[in-house]
């Protein structure tokens, strides 16, 4: 709708070409039903790619002022909720209502639902088919997102039409999305489901190490909230990621501190910084199973490897939950394939990816609909006039 509202605005004839029942699910359901649309601090260092530059030319040409600019034309109030993430006041509905309208005002014609049965190159246009039509067109526009959230009807029909046409494809992946473990090592977890706190998680080493500070929580089946979401998009198969439990303190210290004398129980003390239920949990998996001890007759050195493992808890995961809970996806169509500039397929003359479908992949928090509004925007300034 972005790509298409802004070069109907310019004048060119538009064809929106939309196979799902219902318009714009994602954006319907993104925020908790108010919108998540943009974040004020977006950057390219929010983004990943296996070519980390792309994403500049098309973030700088259309940023989050501007995407504010048109809400605000709309009459749509919003907020701040948390970290720049920008939230409608109100409900979803109304971004999607408004990417209507902008593209009412260029006289944009929708074919709605209505799959795509193929698409071919002729000798100086395109050649759509569709259930009812065949419909030719100089230019083509990929806009179908990635395969996150099948069950809203996403796909992977972008990186088909992509290797039709030669063009190379990242190997795609569930990001954005919570992390399981085999169920008999989780089993001492389970219990914790709906527990949360904030944490420090990281992954990776060197100069690949990534590190977030947010909000963890437990599930029956291993770990969710905007820590995992985030760790996920840089996580790989096999490797660990180490979790520090109790982010800015020296817990050591504090407990060797309140040791002298103190005739409180383990778990009582830890439920002071830690939700109740977490503490007593872990307590019953810790070596020697101390939980119970008053905390003057515990040993130094069993206090100082509780909080040496508090504050590294070091796990593997076994995988993930998958598309149907992943937010985005990682991965799609090689940008060095792309003009940075157009989002136009080099080989392909005429042939444009724009949003999730391209291997640019955002941060939670509002990241990801800034890329599909600035790729859409960039693709719709450059399509040419007949």
């Given amino acids: 709708m972005m790509a298409a509202s802004v070069a109907g605005q310019r004048g060119l004839r538009v064809v929106l070409i939309d196979h799902a029942q219902r318009l714009a699910e994602k954006i319907r359901i993104s925020g908790g039903g108010r919108c998540n649309f943009t974040n004020l601090g977006t ?32 009459g749509i109030a919003w907020h701040e909720k948390h970290r720049g993430q920008l939230f409608c006041d109100e409900s979803s509905e109304a971004i999607i209502r408004m990417l209507e309208q902008e593209c009412d005002a260029g006289r944009v014609s929708w074919r709605m639902p209505c799959p795509v049965q193929a698409i071919a190159r002729e000798a100086d246009h395109f050649s759509i088919k569709t259930g009812g039509e065949s419909i030719e067109a100089r ?12 069950q809203l009807g996403a796909t992977d029909f972008a990186l088909k039409v992509a290797r039709q046409f030669g063009l190379k494809v990242v190997e795609p992946r569930p990001a954005l999305v919570p992390l399981t473990f085999d169920a008999e090592h989780w089993k001492p977890f389970s219990a914790l489901s709906g527990v949360s706190l904030e944490v420090s998680v990281r992954c990776g080493q060197g100069r690949s190490k990534t590190v977030f500070l947010e909000d963890l929580l437990f599930t029956h089946r291993g770990l969710s909230g905007p ?89 593997t995961p ?34 444009y990816f724009v949003g999730e479908a391209v291997d640019v992949t955002g941060w939670l928090g509002g990241y990801n609909f800034q890329w599909a509004w600035a790729s859409g925007v960039a693709c719709g300034r450059a399509l040419q006039a007949a």
């Avoid at 001890?293 to 796990?315: E, F, N, S, V, Y």
Wanted: hydrophobic content about 40%; charged content about 20%.
């Fill in 318 to 351: 076994s995988g993930t939950a998958g598309y149907r809970k992943a937010e985005v996806m990682r991965g799609g169509v090689d940008t060095r394939g792309l003009d940075q500039k157009t989002m136009q397929a080099k080989a392909v003359p005429g042939l």
């Fill in 139 to 150: 230019q083509v526009v990929m806009a179908t997102g990635g395969m996150a959230i099948p």
């Fill in 227 to 315: 820590a995992i979401l985030q760790i996920s998009s840089y996580w790989h198969p096999g490797e660990p990621i180490e979790l520090d439990l109790a982010p800015g303190q020296d817990l050591a210290e504090a407990l060797l501190a309140a040791k002298p004398g103190n005739r409180q129980q383990l778990d009582t003390a830890l439920s002071a910084i830690w939700p109740k239920r977490l503490a007593e949990q872990w307590l019953a998996t810790a070596p020697g199973r101390p939980g119970a001890q008053r905390m003057a007759d515990i040993p130094d050195k069993t206090l100082r490897a509780l909080a040496a493992r508090i504050h590294g808890w070091r796990l």
């Fill in 43 to 74: 950057t390219p260092a929010q983004f990943i790619s296996q070519n980390p530059n792309f994403c500049r030319s098309a973030l700088a040409g259309y940023t989050p002022r501007d995407f504010i600019d048109l809400v605000e034309r709309h």
